[in-house]
């Protein structure tokens, strides 16, 4: 888990700040936006990401070695076993010598099919090698995840509020001129809302204001992801192109960068990253 590959997973100085994540969604999506999630996702859980690598063998799942920023980080992430990234449940491991011994590599199971649109699931009747229909976290429905929901490009992931202050969130966000069609509540992690606005234009708009501290709930800064999906799923609206600030915005804006006090709410750009590891080769159990 460091960046020269002279030494086995198992022989690394960072060895207790590691742990394994599993998650099939994430097979699905390129390396860059991959890396994104992973530490949208655990910065979310107030965790911090100091390195990780994305490891994959044919027929069997991808996984990310992730190196967190201390022993008690990975410990907490280990208790909690399961981290939602991009909406998405994904499984924690530690990285154990024995277990990857003893586990032969297993496939995944194969996909049930895609459930018709508000079909009830029913997990009694699957066969024991079948997993359960997911649930889309953002929209409810049944049979997609969140990055093919018809509604991802109105999707946006709340941080920082509980599932008992939905209501106040919801209150919160009136007040910032966007409209919460829907308000959902993660039941894996520390609590964070799934949100869908009226459209695609107001999560833009919320993401700046959160960038800029304005997303307050209670005195406390809370932080706003735009959810990132399939380009090629049709949206439930046209995307709307990004308009020119109001003359009020910008008034606004001149006002507060003259305030005493400007909180600057931490939020992730697309991260770069350097490829001077190209070419070389993870070595992993
Ligand atoms: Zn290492
Ligand atoms: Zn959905």
Not at 6 to 25: M, W
Not at 51 to 73: D, H, I, Q, V
Request: hydrophobic fraction near 35%; include cysteine; aromatic fraction near 6%.
């Amino acid at each position: 888990m460091v960046d020269v590959f002279d030494h086995s997973v198992f022989n690394c100085k960072f060895l207790e700040q590691g742990v394994v994540i599993k998650s099939p969604h994430l097979e699905t999506v390129e390396r860059l936006e991959r890396r994104y999630l992973l530490q949208t996702a655990l910065e979310a859980q107030g965790l911090q990401c100091e390195a990780c690598r994305w490891y994959k063998k044919e027929n069997t799942p991808g996984m990310f070695y992730a190196r967190l920023g201390s022993k008690e980080e990975a410990d907490e992430l280990l208790a909690a076993k399961e981290i939602l990234i991009g909406g998405e449940t994904a499984q924690v491991f530690a990285i154990s010598q024995k277990a990857s011994q003893k586990r032969q590599p297993k496939q995944w199971p194969k996909k049930r099919p895609k459930a018709k649109a508000k079909a009830e699931p029913s997990p009694n009747s699957l066969p024991n090698d079948e997993r359960p229909t997911k649930t889309c976290f953002l929209c409810g429905e049944v049979g997609h995840e969140v990055a093919s929901c018809p509604y991802w490009r109105q999707g946006v992931q709340i941080v920082g509020a509980t599932a008992s202050e939905e209501k106040d969130l919801e209150e919160c966000l009136r007040n910032l001129n966007v409209e919460p069609v829907s308000l959902r509540c993660s039941e894996v992690g520390k609590p964070q809302f799934a949100v869908r606005l009226g459209s695609a234009r107001q999560v833009r708009d919320l993401a700046k204001k959160s960038i800029n501290g304005q997303l307050r709930l209670l005195g406390r800064v809370l932080r706003a992801y735009p959810f990132r999906g399939d380009e090629s799923i049709s949206g439930a609206e046209p995307v709307a192109p990004a308009a020119p600030p109001s003359r009020a915005a910008k008034r606004d804006r001149a006002a507060e960068a003259k305030g005493p006090l400007t909180v600057q709410a931490s939020y992730p750009g697309t991260p770069q990253y350097t490829n001077r590891n190209t070419g070389t080769t993870l070595r992993a159990p």
